[in-house]
């Protein structure tokens, strides 16, 4: 769902990765298609080395490009420990991290309810850019990965509130509590040209 409000206050398209079982109901795929989202099956391994290759083709023509970190909504109400597919696209394409928080979604799009409850209230916070060209000497350590996104969840906690804790989400989620909220964004913008990243 964040990939509905983002775009609401970037001034600019931002292209998401969206599951690709929602391309497959007529009832949802014209909505994701006509928000420029990239279908993607998230089984891991090459699909995800080919979502990473469409974000940076984004990325490569100008575009703003949105990435959620921790690769799956949560369902516990805290913050997971983030993946480094957005640490690895940013060395790739130079572009800096821009950390972005959403706080209520979980509150419009519940995790056990069908449809959406309007009305609700959404803040959207944007947080100090990770430039990536402070790691430039080191671009294949994956140590600096994990280090640039470790440095990502915790601007996210801070934008968002959300308590952290240092495992990965699991596939499909984890339900440990009695509230979720969906899975904390980032935008990246290209440092040379006028392009971005938000996820």
């Known amino acids: 769902i964040d990939s509905l409000f983002i775009p609401l206050v970037v001034p600019r398209r931002v ?10 109901d007529p009832k949802t795929a014209w ?7 990239i279908p993607i099956r998230r089984e891991g391994g090459s699909a995800s080395e080919r979502a990473l290759d469409s974000a940076a ?4 023509n100008g575009g703003v490009f949105g990435i ?4 799956t909504r949560t369902r516990d109400g805290l913050l997971h420990k983030g993946r480094t597919g957005v640490a690895r696209l940013s060395m790739r394409t130079g572009a800096p991290i821009i950390p972005c928080g959403l706080v209520g ?4 799009q519940p995790t056990d309810k069908k449809l959406p409850r309007l009305f609700r209230k959404v803040v959207i916070r ?16 994956r140590l600096v990965l994990r280090q640039m996104t ?4 915790f601007e996210i906690q801070s934008l968002c509130g959300y ?3 240092d495992s990965y989400m699991a596939s499909g989620g984890v339900v440990t509590g009695p509230h979720d909220m969906a899975d904390p964004p980032v935008v990246l913008q290209q440092a040379s040209s006028n392009r971005s990243i938000a996820s």
């Open 15 to 24: 292209t998401f990765v969206a599951k690709a079982e929602y391309f497959d």
């Open 31 to 37: 909505i994701f298609k006509a928000l420029g989202q």
């Open 105 to 108: 979604t979980d509150e419009i």
């Open 126 to 141: 944007f947080g100090t850019p990770i430039d990536p060209q402070r790691w430039s000497d080191r671009a294949d350590d």
């Open 57 to 60: 083709e984004v990325l490569e």
């Open 150 to 153: 470790d440095e990502l969840m």
């Open 68 to 71: 959620y970190p921790e690769g």
């Open 163 to 165: 308590e952290y804790t």
